[in-house]
Antibody
């Protein structure tokens, strides 16, 4: 059974940092592109970032470029999102998501999400 | 960035109704269009990918159509468990973008 379990969320002050983790199991993690998608309270879905299967290629939404870094450790079956210079508008539930067919941008499995709250 | 616009933003319907949700892209995205269902407090669920392909395990009452800029999601006969918010998403180019969502409520 495919499982994605996020952790690392919490309350952080503006300008602070957090690192989110997403532990994957039930599939060959190293074969799949992975993504982060966020959802502010009561709002819609917003794509944040993606990483290819070996970690050599990444892309970001303009709103987080230069502040967030996506990475992965295929030996540990874990995806990360390092978030720096956090702003109030980064407050959201952050989901990790697996692509449906090894690469691409449609997501067949999602984690349960981890809440990041940026507030003083 | 490609803008995705869904209509309507909300919709009231009854069990057994046929429902159609529309999604329009600001430029052609070929068939790179996906649909998700999200229930309150739950994780999004992939329903349709590549505009018209039914994701494994999704009931056949869900169907998708369209190409280019105009797409539709149709639920042929609404069931109680279908009341949720539906999002379209373009996977044609980054940044990936979602529609604003269509909230489907019980009439």
């Amino acid at each position: 059974e495919v499982q994605l379990v996020e952790s690392g969320g919490g309350l952080v002050q503006p300008g602070g940092s957090l690192r989110l983790s997403c532990a994957a199991s039930g599939f060959t993690f190293s074969s799949y592109w992975m993504h982060w998608v966020r959802q502010a309270p009561g709002k819609g879905l917003v794509w944040v970032s993606r990483i290819n299967s070996d970690g050599s290629s990444t892309s970001y939404a303009d709103s987080v470029k230069g502040r967030f870094t996506i990475s992965r450790d295929n030996a540990k079956n874990t995806l990360y999102l390092q978030m720096n210079s956090l702003r109030a508008e980064d407050t959201a539930v952050y989901y990790c998501a697996r692509v449906r067919g090894y690469s691409g941008y449609d997501f067949d499995y999602w984690g349960q999400g981890t809440l990041v709250t940026v507030s003083s | 960035d490609i803008q995705m616009t869904q209509s309507p933003s909300s919709l009231s319907a009854s069990v057994g109704d046929r429902v159609t949700i529309t999604c329009r892209a600001s430029q052609s995205i070929s068939s790179y269009l996906n649909w998700y269902q999200q229930k309150p407090g739950k994780v999004p669920k992939l329903l349709i990918y590549a505009a018209s392909s039914l994701q494994s395990g999704v009931p056949s009452r869900f169907s998708g159509s369209g190409s280019g800029t105009d797409f539709t999601l149709t639920i042929s006969s609404l069931q109680p468990e279908d009341f949720a918010t539906y999002y379209c998403q373009q996977s044609y180019s980054t940044p990936i973008t979602f529609g604003q969502g269509t909230r489907l409520e019980i009439k």
